[in-house]
């Protein structure tokens, strides 16, 4: 089954209330509502014959009650009484509260109503299919607004048509090379199809859509996990999350288990330092650091023998960005990926690059360069949630086939997980068709 059978192309299965409704409407009840009606019928004579009984004997039988009875009766009427009037004082005082100003008044009733909506509205934790369908929102809607306009102003399938679309694909971030593919061959199955309405090429597009990422069903998606050390090292310029996806990710794989050790070694830039030995104190792991200005191979050299000497499950290894100045990067990743071999032959088991989705084309530059500069293993697609650019992963799946391995979903501390392109394509399209 292919990619687009899975996601679009299962019936739906029917409700559980309709199910329901439909065995009730063909079961016979007539036999039921008569045995109901009878043991009514039978319960309230019971019930009447038994009132007759009760109110004979009353009548009959009228207890003689002495004077020692109505002396005891009185005392214990008098005693409640005195008790009765105790406890209203009591309560009196006890609902006199102190005089409390009306500040500080409002203030315990603000406080009290916020402790009250925590304890009604308990954080429910988001499933990973639940993170793509928000993350992915505004690029769905973008998406999905152009093309239900684009449908709107066609009324048939000629030239301009095909020439509005490939422009439509073009603005949506999925590259010019897909956008310039899909056109082709759709321009194929209208002619194969003998298509003349444009809503008979909806779901096509959207098949095309779906075909192009699958290409031959080969993902690559999954992280390249070692038995003992696992060493990941992290490319990409200034500002698109870089070190931020390292902390998270950091966090994530020390709650499944895994002892974590960072190395900074973007030395030239004392913030990029200082962030990562914060996020390194925030998850609690520890981070490997060399004074201002040191060679950053030597850092890393350092955080690898450090790792296999501490039994490290999994070294995150972060650099710097510098990519206006590409023949120094160049320089400078090239002898940190000898120092690494030097201690792990066949380190490091991922590069990955760290793209800002919302830079949508932008990021695909950069891909285009660092793989030039580098071999890059997997993609980290960072901000997608506050973006309408996620198509960019489409571009950079036919483009570079490099593939998304980890994606952020967010800005809390556990947005982050691996990239998964079913759950990726059925946020992106979901309610286009």
């Known amino acids: 089954m292919g990619l687009f059978d899975r996601l679009f192309g299962k019936k739906e299965e029917p409700k559980i209330e309709d199910i329901v409704k439909e065995a009730l409407e063909n079961l016979d009840l007539s036999e039921e509502v008569e045995e109901n009606q009878t043991s ?17 004997l009353a009548q009959e039988e009228i207890p003689q009650i002495s004077t020692e009875e109505v002396i005891e009766s009185e005392l214990v009427e008098e ?19 102190e005089e409390i100003p009306e500040e500080e008044n409002q203030e315990t009733e603000e406080e009290l109503a916020s402790e009250v909506v925590e304890e009604e509205l308990p954080q429910v934790e988001e499933t990973v299919q639940e993170k793509y369908d928000r993350s992915l929102k505004k690029t769905r809607t973008g998406f999905g607004a152009r093309l239900n306009a684009f449908f709107a102003n066609f009324r048939s399938v000629d030239e301009e048509f095909f020439e509005e679309l490939e422009e439509l694909l073009i603005m949506s971030d999925v590259g010019v090379q897909v956008a310039s593919n899909l056109t082709e061959e759709l321009r194929y199955e209208a002619k194969l199809e003998n298509a003349k309405k444009p809503d008979a090429l909806r779901r096509v597009i959207i098949e095309k859509l779906v075909e192009l990422y699958e290409k031959d069903g080969n993902y690559d998606e999954q992280i390249h996990f070692q038995e003992g050390l696992t060493v990941m090292l992290f490319v990409g310029v200034n500002g698109v999350g870089k070190t931020t996806s390292i902390g998270k990710l950091a966090h994530r794989y ?25 996020w390194g104190r925030r998850v609690d792991v520890p981070v490997v650091t060399g004074p201002e200005k040191a060679d ?36 400078e ?25 919302s830079t949508g084309q932008n990021a695909l530059v950069q891909a285009k360069e660092f793989s030039k500069i580098t071999p890059v293993t997997g993609i980290v697609l960072t901000k997608i949630d506050g973006t ?13 086939n ?17 990239f998964n392109s079913e759950n990726f394509m059925k946020g992106l399209l979901e309610g286009l068709i």
């Open 333 to 357: 990743l090239e002898k940190i990926g000898r120092i690494i071999k030097r201690v792990v032959p066949e380190a490091p088991h991922e590069t990955f690059l760290a793209l800002d989705a």
């Open 79 to 97: 005693t409640a009484q005195e008790e009765l009037e105790l406890e209203s004082d009591e309560l009196e005082q006890f609902q006199e509260p």
């Open 254 to 278: 020390k709650q499944a288990g895994k002892k974590v050790m960072l190395v900074a070694a973007d030395t030239f830039r004392a913030g990029a330092v200082a962030q990562l030995a914060e």
């Open 388 to 400: 309408a650019r996620g198509g960019v992963v489409l571009a950079i799946r036919e483009e570079l």
């Open 402 to 418: 490099i593939p998304v391995k980890l994606i952020g979903f967010g800005e809390k501390i556990d947005d982050i997980g691996e």
């Open 40 to 56: 009514v019928e039978e319960t309230s004579q019971e019930e009447t014959t038994r009132d007759k009984v009760e109110e004979t």
């Open 296 to 331: 950053p191979a030597s850092v890393v050299f350092d955080g690898m023998e450090r790792a296999v000497a501490e039994g490290i499950d999994i070294l995150m290894i972060d650099t710097a960005g510098r990519l206006q100045n590409k023949d120094n990067l160049m320089a």
